[in-house]
């Protein structure tokens, strides 16, 4: 059924696909239309920014300020669309007769729309328990924006008693998700003429042997390591992304580059996964490639690194209220990562639930149903009903 808050959540969405928001982009645009739209309802908002003040996530507090309330967390970036075969402007909203497309649609400005269209309800209901919007920057790389934004909630009086996440989940309540810790190996050798191998250090076969280690990680991890059912898959995953290394074929290559990712369940740390690869890289490669080159060496590059998302008896009370918001209280859990368990280390209960699939997410033609869409106001109803109950706690 269409919820009556649909039609002005698509003129929202509208304005926000309009932006280009690649984290290679500025946000502040996009920023500073939310902040008039919020102004336009009466509230006030706070930016911060990052080094560069190229960027900022956005904060605001909608009801008192002296009491913890309930956050609502989503980010402004999106993916690129390069090399993608969209078959409609990515950076324009079109619509269909059941769905919109447009890039980030479902991942995840679809939510941030639909929460901006409730604004007016909750200002009119949120008299005694508060709502909260963070709104951040390159998640997508790392859940980098909101840091800063967290770092400053830490030291706060008051913060928030919990937070929604509206990544896209299909209004289903998501609990738990795994980490993820991502690094970049530069592999420094010697270059020379492919005729001469014995004179060189080719970067690219111990970039190889590297890989060729990390593959037999994973298939260790998924044969004899933990597993959690709940989870797809259910056990602590390694994964190369990318190599690159060498010239020309008849030049030994002294620089090769490999890009990989560990991907853990939430109450398993990837640190002894990575100091096995350390370890292994400076006891076997770089010793090997040293006995020809000294300067040989590998770098270690971190490139992401944000920790799970556990399933905390402290957020029992959220997961209840999230339940009933979406009329469903069958949990799931994510193996893609948001940035709710950085929420969870400042001591903030943290669940996931948001309108569209993952799997329309970061490809082209991306889309959101309106049944979605109306789905995630429906819940927003439910929270503004709860909310303006009097005498309703967050946590009780």
């Not at 002296?66 to 078959?87: E, F, I, K, M, Y």
């Not at 909630?153 to 913060?159: D, E, I, M, T, W």
């Not at 290559?253 to 990575?274: C, K």
């Not at 309108?355 to 789905?375: C, F, N, R």
Request: with cysteine.
């Amino acid at each position: 059924m269409t919820h009556p808050l649909l039609p002005s959540t698509l003129d929202l969405l509208e304005h926000l696909i309009r932006f280009d928001t690649r984290s290679s982009e500025s946000n502040l645009p996009l920023m500073a239309f939310v902040q008039d739209y919020l102004n336009s309802c009466g509230v006030a908002s706070t930016l911060v920014y990052d080094d560069a003040r190229t960027k900022a996530s956005l904060f605001a507090t909608i009801g008192p300020t002296d009491r913890p309330g309930l956050c609502l967390s989503g980010h402004t970036d999106v993916v690129p669309t390069a090399g993608q075969p969209w078959t409609m402007p990515p950076f324009e909203l079109t619509r269909a007769a059941d769905r919109v497309y447009g890039r980030g649609v479902a991942d995840m400005k679809g939510f941030i729309a639909a929460v901006c269209a409730v604004v007016p309800r909750f200002v009119q209901a949120c008299t005694d328990t508060p709502i909260h919007l963070a709104f951040s920057y390159d998640e997508e790389i790392g859940c980098v924006g909101v840091r800063p934004l967290l770092a400053r909630l830490a030291q706060a009086p008051v913060k928030p008693a919990g937070c929604i996440i509206g990544e896209p989940t299909g209004m289903r309540v998501a609990v738990a998700h795994k980490g993820k810790l991502a690094y970049r190996c530069c592999v420094r050798g010697l270059a020379g003429h492919s005729a001469l191998t014995h004179l060189g250090v080719n970067a690219a076969d111990f970039a190889a042997e590297l890989v060729t280690f990390l593959r037999r990680t994973a298939r260790d991890l998924r044969q004899h390591g933990q597993h959690d059912e709940r989870f797809d898959p259910p056990y602590t995953t390694v994964h190369t992304g990318r190599i690159h290394g060498g010239i020309a074929l008849n030049v030994i290559p002294d620089h090769a580059e490999v890009e990989f990712e560990i991907r853990n369940l939430p109450d398993e740390s990837p640190a002894a996964l990575l100091d096995s690869a350390r370890t292994y890289a400076a006891n076997e490669l770089i010793a090997e490639m040293r006995a020809t080159y000294q300067d040989s060496d590998i770098e270690w590059q971190q490139l992401v690194a944000y920790p799970g998302l556990a399933d905390e008896s402290d957020a029992a009370w959220l997961k209840r209220l999230a339940c009933e918001a979406v009329g469903n209280d069958q949990v799931r859990t994510l193996s893609f990562g948001t940035e709710g368990g950085l929420f969870q280390a400042i001591g903030i209960p943290t669940v996931v639930c948001g309108p569209g699939g993952i799997e329309q997410a970061h490809k082209a033609d991306e889309y959101v149903t309106y049944e979605q869409l109306s789905k995630c106001l429906t819940f927003m109803d439910t929270l503004v009903d709860r909310l303006g109950e009097p005498g309703w706690t967050p946590g009780a």
